[in-house]
């Protein structure tokens, strides 16, 4: 049984642990004439987590992780509608409660419609990750202009819709995180266009978490590094992938739950001090 199931406060999304320090640090916080502002309420419906491109990777662990800590959650695909399903239904048979929608994140309606799919089944929006994204690779002499103008348009205009609907609706105490990579920092040969498009997190997130100040709203982005996903290992050989591997720190490529597990560290009430920051969740690999 896990400490969802002994624990009411756990599955609103409030941990016991959460509530303790409050109690404890807010007679010090009166004395100083301060109150304990940065305490999330949790909205009747309970807290709500929409991350978008949840169909598998890292997004589909990043739903069932926020599911299982108690959030309901917005799953979304561009294509794989039966995946997208897929996650629905393994939160649901976990106890938790979910929706999927298919959107575009390229298309700012579809994510208007994305968002408000979100309020209508769970009343509003507390936790938005920014994660839909594609990677297509060449070299700067090889590239095409559509596979530019198409990770343009996912990973940049397509984060930058999402942020925007989440400065508009993400309710007070809120957490946005968009995921970056740390490619930003490796600058690999044949990444050119897609680090650029990542680097573009770094910026957004630091100015929208300047943009939301006063709101107790906290803005992230997350860099991760090679993680066993489709988006890393398609086009790759296995030996390029051993090649990879022999570079990490520990040895072996980040499963998509170790980047689940810090984005939901990110979200927890005690983290709400770190925004405007890019983390970088790479093992140590740069
Ligand atoms: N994997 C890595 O090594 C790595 C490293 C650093 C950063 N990242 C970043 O982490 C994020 C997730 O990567 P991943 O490896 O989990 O990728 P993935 O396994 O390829 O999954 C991509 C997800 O994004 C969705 N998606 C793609 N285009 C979309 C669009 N236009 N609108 C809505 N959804 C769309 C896909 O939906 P469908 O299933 O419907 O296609 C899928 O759910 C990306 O932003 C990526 O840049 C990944």
Not at 87 to 115: H, P, S
Request: aromatic letters at 6%.
């Amino acid at each position: 049984m896990s400490e969802q199931d002994h624990n009411p406060m756990a599955k609103s999304g409030v941990s016991r642990r959460n509530l303790l320090t409050v109690a404890a640090i807010a007679p010090a916080l009166a004395t100083l004439g301060a109150t304990v502002a940065s305490a999330q309420p949790v909205p009747p419906g309970g807290r709500v987590a929409l991350v978008t491109g949840s169909s598998r990777g890292i997004g589909a662990a990043t739903a069932k992780r926020l599911a299982r800590d108690g959030y309901a959650v917005v799953v979304n695909c561009r294509v794989n509608r039966d995946l997208a399903a897929a996650v629905v239904a393994e939160i649901e048979a976990e106890g938790g409660r979910a929706i999927w929608e298919q959107a575009d994140v390229a298309e700012a309606a579809e994510v208007a419609r994305l968002f408000g799919a979100a309020e209508s089944a769970f009343g509003g929006v507390d936790v938005v990750v920014s994660n839909a994204g594609v990677m297509p690779l060449a070299s700067f002499a090889d590239m095409s202009d559509e596979a530019f103008d198409h990770v343009m348009a996912v990973n940049v205009k397509g984060s930058f819709n999402v942020l925007r609907e989440a400065a508009r609706r993400v309710r007070d105490h809120g957490r946005i995180i968009a995921l970056s990579s740390s490619i930003t920092q490796l600058r690999s040969p044949t990444y050119g266009p897609y680090a650029a498009s990542k680097a573009a997190q770094d910026i957004f997130v630091n100015v929208l978490a300047k943009e939301l100040a006063g709101r107790m709203i906290s803005v992230n982005a997350l860099a991760p590094g090679l993680v066993n996903t489709t988006l890393f290992t398609d086009g790759k050989t296995p030996e390029q992938i051993a090649g990879f591997v022999q570079r990490t720190p520990h040895g072996r490529l980040a499963e998509p739950g170790d980047i689940a597990d810090v984005i939901a560290g990110l979200c927890a009430e005690d983290g709400w001090w770190v925004s405007g920051q890019t983390i970088f969740a790479n093992g140590g690999i740069v």
